[in-house]
């Protein structure tokens, strides 16, 4: 008999579940990674189901919402105390986030992968693929949402980051860490702030992100509104600044009924209007992405336009989701 409810357990492709082609390098497998039967046996049950086979940065929304789904219909099995998603690094804080902004139940969504392929020296996907198991099948862990269990370090799916492209322990920041995870099991510190989750839509893919770098114009800006994009987040400098060439292209996007936001490039400190081009944001409705990434930001407003909603209703929906 099991010792505790079982755990579904999605494959979403990524290095964890990729293999060399005949140049040694890595490409997504065709079909199930089989990642349940590589594990030692367990004191619950693992239900494994794949989502999407492939590598992380060819996935689109659609896969994302395959993920969403499945683990959803955990929140009703009484079988199942959470789901566990093995997934690419390289979009990982995507899915979480996008799963975050529709979960709204109690059970944990834990997200984890591999830096390093199966077979490869210091391969990592087994321990962390343990290490969210022992997260989601914890009842301590009730209500933390969905999070990324990844080189020991437990971090709400909100703030989390991919800060390193190769090492194992890729994701931080450090002080956006609520625990930790290794062999004796799950010390977690503090449950993450949960906001409203949104009903399930379809996120609108037009919302586009335009970085800014010295000398930058509005000419981006001006290309994708002529392409029919809804939505803008404009990687900013510092607290959110841009440059005054940049300030016209963004008014002219604001009157043709494009929702705008702005966030940085800095991984810590946040926006805020306390310079005159971010002030002069802020006087044209930029949503401010306080201290989500620009990425989630855009996921954010993917969301609040979702189903085709207009630009004045999802401005409303992302600042209540971002005040709450």
């Not at 040694?24 to 030692?40: D, T």
């Amino acid at each position: 008999m099991n010792a505790r409810p079982g755990v579904l357990l999605i494959d979403a492709g990524g290095t964890i579940a990729s293999v060399p082609d005949d140049r040694g390098v890595l490409v997504g497998r065709v079909g199930s990674a089989g990642l349940a039967a590589a594990l030692p046996p367990l004191p619950h049950a693992l239900t494994e189901r794949q989502a999407y086979a492939g590598l992380s940065e060819d996935m689109g929304f659609g896969d994302a919402l395959r993920v969403i789904d499945l683990a959803a219909a955990v929140e009703g099995d009484p079988a199942l105390a959470g789901t566990v998603v093995a997934h690419g690094t390289d979009t990982m804080e995507d899915v979480a986030f996008l799963t975050d902004l529709f979960h709204g139940g109690a059970k944990p969504v834990v997200f984890t992968g591999a830096q390093r392929a199966p077979g490869a020296p210091g391969a990592d996907g087994m321990a962390n693929l343990r290490d969210a198991l022992a997260v989601a099948t914890e009842p301590a862990a009730r209500g933390i949402g969905s999070v990324i269990v990844f080189g020991g370090r437990i971090l709400p799916a909100a703030y989390a980051l991919k800060l390193d492209s190769s090492a194992p322990e890729a994701f931080g920041p450090p002080g956006a860490e609520i625990g930790r995870v290794d062999d004796q099991g799950m010390r977690l510190r503090s449950l993450p702030l949960r906001r409203p989750a949104f009903a399930r839509v379809e996120p609108d893919a037009t919302v586009e992100i335009v970085a800014l770098a010295l000398g930058s114009t509005g000419r981006q800006v001006d290309l994708l509104v002529e392409a029919g994009t809804r939505g803008i987040v404009v990687q900013g400098f510092g607290r959110g600044n841009v440059p005054a060439a940049v300030l016209p292209a963004l008014e002219r996007a604001r009157a043709a009924g494009v929702l705008l936001g702005i966030g940085t490039h800095c991984i810590a400190g946040g926006t805020a209007p306390s310079y005159a081009s971010g002030a002069a944001l802020a006087d044209l409705g930029a949503i401010p992405a306080g201290p989500l990434s620009v990425r989630k930001l855009r996921l954010l407003l993917a969301v609040a336009l979702g189903d085709g909603r207009i630009a004045t209703e999802a401005e409303r929906l992302a600042r209540a989701w971002l005040a709450a």
